[in-house]
């Protein structure tokens, strides 16, 4: 990609120190840790080189920040055994067998059967891979302030999106996979695609798309990984428009293929307008415009309350603790298509049907307002409970006027800890993807301040934990 879009640094400065992205794909540790049996021997001269002898011998190769891609080694055996391989992103889960932080369970390790003595080469197999990225130091957008804490979460955020762009061919495959990992299942169209996690979600995730297509853009310059990304929902829709069953867009990408979100179908839709609101990229919209048409309908056609709200039946979502029926958050992107709207043409059920023209209600602010509280409730019942997302997307999406934004801004300050905002409807957790959307709501209330400091405590205690991967 960096051969494609930047081929050069675009210029200089203070900033530079603060890239995370090699120089070189070809990448070496940074160190080793202590030996953690005595059977193993570091050479503090060559942080690379080691000597393991004995069953059971370990040592651990630090790197610095994260990476991943095919694991090279050259060694020099002067008899047969067996070499192990384990992944960790934590110094908590350093051992013989890989962390959990790639799938609901723990990776296990890689091994190869050495037979021979003298000198050799272990190179890990392609579908084993651990993510990669390409070498994208020379990127569109740089940063630079004061605030030295600043300047590196926004290059560790550029860094996140880097190794999020992989190859096609590089998705994690669950189906039949009970142990170990597999990341060789298609993703989508194109040579690289944006997928929800290097490791984990290594799949494409439209409820991502608010966040990613803008960030993409204004840091890395590459949004040709989120057309891929968006395209590929609408290849998966295509197929059930065809079989004229419904419009909807997948939850995720293949090889998941989740289904059955409502939310995550308007995030389709939603990621669409973003996309084509920074490349201007109209050959894109035409060419996916009837099924744009279809998705709205298919939404639209959920509107079944006489109070114009819409009625949540595909309830996958992000990591809420409940969806359903008349959901606030639902509401919010709901409401946002018609901020982004760009249908102009009548729209039509999944077997051709026309429908009537979408009319806009503003139901939302009427039903699942809490004027007690001064803040939306979770629904358009009568709970207590006051969600931070469909909080901050209001304010984010343009539905409540000044009065009503500057008391959202103000209770949203509620959920505050020394490390972050926690989501009450995800109770005592603390979800950063909904919390940048609180950064943004802040921003748009001119309390800037509060949006700095929300930064801080949420990113700030994951780029200063020593429990992770970090730059030298």
């Known amino acids: 990609m960096a051969q494609i879009y930047w081929p050069n640094t675009a210029f200089s400065g203070p900033w530079e120190k603060n890239i995370y992205a090699p120089a070189s794909r070809t990448v070496r540790p940074a160190s080793t840790l202590s030996e953690l049996k005595a059977n193993a021997v570091t050479d503090s001269s060559h942080p690379y080189k080691a000597a393991l002898h004995g069953n059971g011998s370990i040592i651990v190769f630090v790197f610095g920040i994260e990476v991943g891609g095919i694991v090279h080694l050259d060694y020099t055996s002067t ?55 390409s070498n994208l130091r020379a990127y569109q957008g740089y940063f630079h302030c004061s605030d030295k804490l600043l300047n590196r979460i926004w290059y560790s955020s550029a ?56 960030s993409a853009f204004v840091s890395l310059g590459d949004l040709e990984s989120v057309k891929n990304a968006l395209q590929i929902m609408y290849n998966t829709q295509l197929r059930r428009l065809q079989n004229k069953t419904t419009g909807a867009f997948d939850e995720s990408g293949p090889p998941l293929s989740q289904k059955d979100s409502d939310t995550y179908h308007m995030w389709s839709m939603i990621g669409t307008y973003k996309y084509v609101l920074h490349t201007n990229d109209t050959d894109f919209l035409l060419e996916n415009w009837a099924s744009y048409k279809h998705a709205m309908g298919d939404i639209y056609g959920k509107v079944t309350y006489s109070s114009g709200l819409l009625n949540v039946t595909g309830t996958r979502d992000w990591a809420r603790w409940q969806q359903g029926y008349n959901n606030s958050e639902a509401q919010m992107n709901y409401e946002h298509l018609f901020l982004c709207r760009l249908e102009t043409q009548p729209i039509y059920t999944a077997d051709g049907a026309p429908r009537p023209p979408i009319s806009r209600k503003q139901s939302t602010p009427t039903y699942c307002w809490d004027e007690s509280y001064g803040a939306f409730k979770d629904n358009a019942t009568n709970t207590s409970l006051h969600p931070q997302d469909a909080n901050s997307m209001a304010i984010m999406f343009g539905v409540v006027n000044e009065e009503r934004t500057a008391s959202i801004s103000e209770k949203l300050l509620k959920n505050w800890t020394p490390i972050g905002a926690v989501a009450p409807e995800l109770r005592e957790n603390i979800a950063l993807f909904i919390s940048s959307f609180e950064i943004q709501s802040h921003f748009i209330a001119h309390e800037p301040a509060r949006a700095l400091y929300l930064i801080r405590r949420g990113w700030g205690w994951y780029i200063n934990t020593r429990m992770v991967q970090r730059a030298p």
């Open 159 to 214: 860094y996140t999106l880097q190794t999020n762009e992989v190859p096609v061919d590089t998705g994690r495959v669950t189906k039949g996979v009970t142990s170990g990992w597999l990341n060789n299942g298609t993703l989508g169209p194109g040579d690289t695609i944006i997928v929800d996690g290097a490791k984990r979600d290594r799949e494409v995730w439209p409820g991502d798309k608010g966040i990613a297509v803008p």
């Open 79 to 133: 008899g047969s055994g067996a070499l192990g391989l384990a992944f960790t992103e934590a110094k908590n889960w350093i051992g013989e067998q890989s962390d959990s932080s790639s799938a609901l369970y723990h990776d296990g390790a890689l091994y190869a059967n050495i037979s021979s003595t003298g000198k050799g080469a272990y190179v890990m197999p392609d579908e084993y891979l651990r993510a990669t990225w």
